[in-house]
């Protein structure tokens, strides 16, 4: 059961910030919400993952509400490479050896 | 190339036939991970190793569905009697102790015909 829910796809023009929301209502305290995007054709890849505070990194930023139930991908200046299926993915506790996948965002970065 | 690596990239076989696939995850990843990707669906969780234990196995992993992790390094998914809706990508991931950063191959993508 997808313990997330996402667009089914947004679209951003290159080098503007693209914003992905995503929300996790049901999210225990010692679950971390992941975000993976996976490429056409490849492997999915790791972006960025938080607790309760924002985080930044050379990728992305993840700011996430006060209350925990919703969260924000944000790439700063995306490019055409960055036109992906976005996940967001809430993990930990007693399982934190699996993530479980929902059918993300479709981005498309348009030039 | 020091990434998770899986091979083979694509399998055609026919139904009935039994299939191996085969990963080389990041050297000293304790942890393994098979998943299952189809068309237009996220990828769905098989099974996890910790080194050579295999400690968690979803309900998806039929009896006709075996993996291994022989010395905690490389491993193998076989799929016997292979059926058509077994058709999908077979993704293979590795990560340190935690989950935390699960690195990703570039995936088995099996078509049963």
């Known amino acids: 059961d997808a313990k997330t829910t996402q667009p089914t796809s947004m679209d951003c023009a290159e080098g503007r910030a693209a914003n992905l929301p995503c929300n996790h209502s049901t999210i225990s305290g010692n679950e971390y919400v992941y975000w993976y995007r996976q490429i056409h054709s490849q492997g999915p890849q790791y972006i960025i993952h938080g607790l309760k505070n924002n985080e930044t990194n050379e990728m992305a930023s993840l700011i996430i509400t006060e209350d925990r139930k919703s969260s924000t991908l944000i790439l700063p200046h995306a490019t055409l490479r960055d036109t992906a299926v976005y996940y967001c993915i809430v993990s930990g506790g007693g399982s934190n050896y699996k993530l479980t996948f929902g059918k993300g965002t479709l981005l498309t970065v348009n030039p | 190339d020091t990434g998770v690596s899986q091979d083979p990239r694509h399998k055609i076989t026919k139904r009935g036939q039994n299939v191996t696939f085969r990963c080389d995850p990041i050297?000293?990843?304790?942890?393994l991970y098979w998943y299952r990707q189809t068309l237009g669906q996220g990828p769905e969780f098989l099974t996890y190793?910790?080194?050579?234990?295999?400690?968690?196995k979803s309900r998806l992993l039929s009896d006709r569905f075996s993996a291994e992790r022989p010395k905690g390094s490389f491993s193998t998914l076989e799929i016997q009697r292979t059926e058509q809706g077994d058709s999908a990508m077979y993704l293979c991931a590795s990560s340190p102790q935690s989950i935390t950063e699960a690195f990703f191959g570039q995936g088995t993508r099996l078509t049963v015909v």
């Open positions: 190793f910790q080194n050579e234990a295999q400690l968690e």
């Open positions: 050297s000293e990843h304790n942890r």
